[in-house]
């Protein structure tokens, strides 16, 4: 049995091992723990408290990723107010490292924590002019859209040419063009303005130009992206569109009241956004014209052409799973003239007053529920009115007034990963007036038709369109490399009296390589534009208008920044609504169309973009059974543009952009003969033509430069822009004009080189 002193000692010698062992346990320990625990402890109310905000509109910056340099597991991201934090720090100094999408990354500030106190920073971001790693996110394994192109807010406002317009941006995309400077109106893959629907915010707009073309009627201020539809789309939209031009806004600054103000040559335009409580936001935009202002004077004009528009949204959510939007917007054009016989050519019916006036608004309620995580709704009730009155020369007028009311609803449900339900119907009623003393509507390309010689119908109109629209479409992915979505459509309108079917569908296929092949296949149908089966102007008994759409799309990314894309398509039309002498309009004309795209996009991050597109275009028409194939007055066979913008600094970017397109078609005159004037009974020539469209203009080419210079001051922004419009001053024809008599041939000339100054400031 041991002694007490060899217990004791062997105890002693226990305790020295273990005091020995715990020694350097507490050396090696930090070497196995995480950096934050590595120095002294600390009381749990040290730290870094931070805000981070928009330099120039101070507005906080949400999503931010904030990250200690030496403790890179150390990272957290700020909340909707912009704060962030970090919590039991030992003392010390530490180097904050920040990023943001869209904005330039900090000079990393270096914050000092002492014990037992909360070190507070504040860090302002300078926002990128350019930011083009943007994506429009989609749910993983269902088909990109066929046919869709997106452009985000920061592309539209900034490519050159537009003067920051969204709208005028859209034609630098494939396929896409206009007729000329003069007019905004879309042409989309061989098809005419009236065949494009515009939606903003799921509302029909009334038109997208001032003017024709002017500008567009939205502001680009507050659109957030523009997606459009060149061709078979799917079931989810409706009928009286080959092309769909969809565009959604942003909301509101949720944070704090903040705006923006635009003053060029065309107009002046403000914006005001802020917050409502903690769970919505509002923006109220606004422009108007101020041509009138300037020192012109012509004597022709009484009332120098003048223009506004708004648009207001109010988002607000309820709850966790609905959220109800409100919006309205209207627009206005107007203008007075007052015409001599010298301004006619010799028609004393043309002559005097001439009043202009065009204008629609719209306002909306929409409510968007997630009842379950597998059922979604999007239920909306708007109203809008057109109006639009042309009154001139001896008793000329056309006035047609339409309110349109609609109910919409949308439901989606999800079964599985792979398999989606979409459904959707909408009621629609559009109480339509109009009154006119005015010529029948002419056949597109119609040469011979003279406003001067043409009977003028007297008409009064009062009616009721209504309108029945469902769709049901699938998505299917059945394995990792395909994904399906087939639906139909099932339409009616009372102003045909028939029910029409519309078969869509699209497919997606992955192949090794990587590319992305995608099909679809669908069938629309057009009603016949509202006079053509008017009494008195046209045919009641005039039905839709039909078209097939094929198209073959392959898309493949070259590299991380660099994608490339072709796309062919064919149109079949048929049921096309043509003249006719025994009934005055029937359903007898074909039509179609084929064409081929290319696409190539490169962005270089936050400085640089640029891309390449070709489009191929054949476009024609056959007016009636045993007539021969001519081409479609919106015909342009080669269609090319290049984009590209540079930031030379964080203040400085310059951009151009280069257009090419083969010249419009038109109708030559091979001769005259003399008639008599139908009102002054004297002698006029009246021209005989050559074949339909059997002549073009010269080819249009254009260069557009800009250059912006922006400024950053402490709680708000400014912005300078100089845009040259045609740099090189190419003079590409309107149009080709003829004397008197027809015997000699002159040429119209579009826009010349102009400058484009304009100013913004942000707060």
Do not use: C
């Amino acid at each position: 049995m041991p002694t007490f002193a060899a217990v004791s000692t062997r105890l002693i010698f226990i305790e020295m091992r273990s005091i020995r062992q715990m020694s350097i346990a507490l050396l090696i320990l930090p070497l196995f723990l995480p950096p934050g625990f590595s120095r002294e402890s600390t009381p749990s109310d040290a730290g870094i408290l931070g805000t981070i905000l928009h330099k120039g509109t101070m507005r906080p910056i949400a999503g931010a990723e904030v990250r200690l340099a030496d403790y890179a597991e150390r990272a957290v991201s700020t909340d909707a107010k912009g704060i962030f934090q970090f919590n039991n720090l030992p003392p010390g100094e530490y180097k904050i490292l920040i990023s943001a999408a869209g904005y330039y990354a900090s000079e990393a500030p270096v914050v000092t924590v002492e014990p037992g106190n909360m070190a507070r920073v504040v860090v302002h971001l300078e926002k990128v002019g350019f930011l083009f790693d943007e994506v429009i996110v989609t749910t993983e394994g269902f088909p990109a859209t066929v046919g869709r192109q997106s452009m985000k807010a920061l592309e539209i406002k900034r490519i050159p040419g537009t003067a920051g317009d969204a709208l005028r941006a859209l034609p630098v995309l494939p396929s896409i063009t206009v007729a000329n400077d003069f007019n905004g109106a879309l042409y989309i893959r061989g098809g005419a303005p009236e065949d494009n629907v515009f939606y903003f915010d799921r509302s029909p707009i009334g038109y997208p130009y001032h003017f024709g073309g002017l500008v567009s009627t939205l502001s680009s201020e507050i659109i957030e992206r523009i997606d459009v539809y060149a061709g078979g789309f799917g079931a989810e939209y409706g009928t009286d569109a080959q092309a769909i031009i969809d565009i959604y806004s942003r909301r509101g600054n949720e944070q704090q009241l903040g705006g923006k103000l635009n003053l060029n040559l065309l107009y002046s335009e403000g914006l005001l956004e802020g917050p409502i409580r903690a769970k919505g936001s509002w923006y109220l935009g606004g422009r108007r014209s101020h041509v009138e202002l300037l020192p012109i004077e012509v004597e022709q004009i009484t009332a120098f052409p003048r223009f506004w528009d708004y648009q207001f949204k109010a988002a607000y959510n309820l709850s966790e799973k609905h959220e109800v939007t409100a919006n309205a917007f209207a627009a206005d054009d107007f203008m007075k003239l007052k015409l001599g016989l010298k301004d006619v050519s010799g028609d004393p019916t043309l002559a005097g007053r001439f009043l202009f006036e065009n204008g629609f608004d719209g306002q909306g309620i929409h409510l968007r529920s997630l009842f379950t995580d597998r059922l979604t709704s999007y239920l909306s009730l708007t109203r809008s009115f057109n109006h639009f009155n042309l009154n001139f020369g001896q008793g000329l007028f056309l006035k047609i007034g339409v309110s349109n009311y609609q109910v919409r609803q949308d439901l989606t449900f999800r079964f599985t990963s792979g398999h989606r339900l979409e459904s959707g119907l909408l009621l629609a009623t559009a109480p339509t007036t109009g009154a006119a003393f005015f010529p029948r509507r002419p056949d597109e390309g119609d040469p011979d038709f003279d406003f001067t010689f043409e009977e003028k119908i007297r008409s009064e109109i009062g009616v009721r369109y209504n309108r029945i629209e469902t769709y049901l479409q699938h998505r299917y992915r059945p394995a990792p490399f395909l994904s399906i979505a087939a639906g139909f459509r099932i339409d009616y309108l009372n102003l045909t009296d028939e029910v029409s079917l519309g078969p869509r569908a699209s497919l997606k296929f992955r192949i090794p390589s990587g590319s992305e092949v995608r099909f679809a296949y669908g069938r629309y149908e057009q009603s016949p534009q509202p006079p053509l089966n008017f009494p008195d102007f046209g045919n009641p008994d005039v039905k839709s208008s039909e078209a097939s759409h094929y198209i073959l799309e392959l898309e493949r990314q070259l590299t991380g920044r660099t994608e490339f894309k072709v796309a062919g398509y064919y149109r079949d039309l048929s049921n096309l609504v043509t003249s006719d002498r025994e009934e005055i309009y029937l359903n007898q004309g074909d039509g179609r169309a084929r064409g081929l795209e290319l696409f190539l996009r490169h962005n270089a991050g936050t400085r640089f973009f640029g891309w390449v597109s070709y489009a191929y275009v054949r476009s024609e028409r056959r007016d009636r059974p045993g007539d021969p194939w001519r081409l479609y007055s919106f015909d342009q066979t080669h269609v090319t543009t290049l984009t590209g913008s540079y930031m030379l600094s964080r203040t400085w970017e310059v951009g151009a952009k280069w257009q090419y397109s083969t010249g419009n078609p038109y109708t030559p005159v091979i001769d005259a003969t003399i008639e008599r004037h139908p009102t002054t009974g004297l002698p006029t020539y009246r021209p005989i033509y050559g074949d339909i469209n059997s002549e073009r203009v010269p080819p249009f080419h254009r260069l557009d430069i800009r250059v912006n210079k922006s400024f950053t001051f402490n709680n708000w922004e400014m912005g300078i822009y100089v845009e040259l419009l045609n740099a090189y001053n190419r003079k590409n024809v309107l149009t080709v004009d003829y004397n008197y008599d027809y015997t000699e041939q002159d040429v119209v000339n579009q826009l010349p080189l102009i400058p484009y100054f304009g100013v913004t400031a942000e707060f």
